[in-house]
């Protein structure tokens, strides 16, 4: 496997500093698709309803603060009933055979529900039509059927059949989208190439530092899965920002994801004033220096506890003013930075 695109902070040159910083913001939306391996509707309920209340939440706050956002989707998601979801899957021949089977959704896809209005975990058409009324929003690529690209047991040819069965769903609502987010950040370069045949032009990558690079679950340890939770509240990696003239303008061009924005726990709620000096920081380093900030997370993600998150993140975004009148920070989708890198506009 080849690593991605790893690029890092450092410090500013006189022709960086007079380039404006961007904030990116891209959200994986998958809803019950992206962790039924993990969990179910007993144990994640209440985040997954919450999206429908968390969707027109962040698109309001977008809205107000003018933010420019890409929104990775599943392609399930677009199915409006189980008859155009059964009629677009890839062929069983197709399907991705994982090592561990509990990864692929479609052994068990005959319990989805009929529509969203009978099994709204599985579908979202009305969200998906929400966030296309909205301007500065644009949908991207979370795979079809939330495809993991490192794990044992799959092939390229099941990938590319997966990025066909997400074409086709997506060109009903007229969509051809050029950006890709794979999931659990499972980054895979032959993969990449893959995408490039469906109008891909851009990937959200990930950043060179141990305990941001890509691993399959079974690689995943719980150790860097605390390391990281911790690095939200105290500088463990240093500043998550990089130049947009360190990557790479080869298409489909790789831009690294810096920052998970976490949801409210309540055990290290007493901290969340430093995980938000954390990252208003790394903004300001990055509208004072021209670097660029790359926050992600997942609708569900604010699914419980939703004001407590949207409060927390409108503090972010009023950050994001104050550097935008300062210093001129921008918003910028993953599609635009892309563009940005392929014609060098920075």
């Known amino acids: 496997m080849s690593g991605s695109n790893r690029t890092q902070g450092k410090r500013s040159n006189p022709d960086q500093k007079r380039r404006k910083g961007a904030l990116v913001i891209s959200l994986d939306f998958e809803l019950l698709w992206g962790v039924r391996d993990k969990r179910s509707v007993e144990t994640y309920g209440e985040n997954?309803?919450?999206v429908r209340r968390v969707v027109p939440g962040l698109l309001n706050l977008f809205d107000i603060y003018g933010?420019?956002?890409?929104?990775?989707?599943?392609?399930?998601?677009?199915?409006?009933?189980?008859?155009?979801m059964m009629a677009g899957l890839p062929s069983a021949q197709m399907q991705p055979q994982y090592d561990d089977m509990n990864l692929s959704p479609y052994p068990?896809?005959?319990?989805?529900?009929?529509?969203e209005a009978e099994d709204p975990y599985h579908y979202a058409p009305s969200l998906i039509?929400?966030?296309?009324?909205?301007?500065?929003?644009?949908?991207?690529?979370?795979?079809?059927?939330?495809?993991?690209?490192?794990?044992?047991?799959?092939?390229?040819?099941?990938?590319?059949?997966?990025?066909?069965?997400?074409?086709?769903?997506a060109a009903v609502y007229g969509l051809k989208p050029t950006s890709i987010v794979l999931p659990r950040n499972q980054f895979n370069r032959e993969y990449?190439?893959?995408c490039k045949q469906y109008g891909i032009t851009a990937v959200r990558g990930n950043m060179d530092h141990w305990l941001y690079r890509e691993?399959?679950?079974?690689?995943?340890?719980t150790l860097r899965r605390a390391l990281r939770y911790g690095d939200a509240f105290i500088s463990l990696s240093g500043p998550r920002v990089f130049p947009l003239a360190a990557i790479d303008p080869v298409v489909p061009v790789t831009i690294p994801a810096t920052r998970f924005l976490y949801p409210h726990k309540s055990f290290t709620a007493a901290f969340d004033w430093?995980?938000?000096?954390?990252?208003?920081?790394?903004?300001?380093?990055?509208?004072?220096?021209?670097?660029v900030y790359h926050l992600w997370w997942h609708p569900h993600n604010f699914g419980k506890d939703y004001e407590v998150n949207a409060a927390f993140f409108e503090k972010i975004l009023q950050h994001y003013h104050a550097l935008h009148e300062r210093y001129g920070m921008?918003?910028?989708?993953?599609?635009?930075?892309?563009?940005?890198?392929?014609?060098?506009?920075?």
């Open 192 to 194: 990449v190439g893959v």
């Open 215 to 221: 691993k399959t679950e079974e690689e995943e340890t």
């Open 108 to 115: 068990t896809i005959d319990e989805v529900g009929a529509d």
């Open 129 to 169: 039509q929400e966030i296309l009324a909205h301007p500065n929003q644009t949908i991207g690529s979370h795979t079809f059927s939330h495809y993991y690209c490192l794990e044992k047991g799959q092939t390229a040819a099941s990938f590319e059949a997966d990025c066909e069965a997400f074409s086709r769903v």
């Open 330 to 346: 921008e918003s910028l989708s993953i599609e635009e930075v892309a563009e940005r890198v392929i014609e060098r506009k920075i």
């Open 67 to 84: 933010i420019h956002a890409t929104w990775a989707t599943v392609g399930l998601l677009f199915c409006r009933d189980r008859d155009e």
């Open 274 to 291: 430093l995980r938000l000096l954390r990252i208003r920081n790394e903004m300001t380093y990055a509208a004072k220096f021209g670097f």
């Open 48 to 50: 997954l309803r919450g």
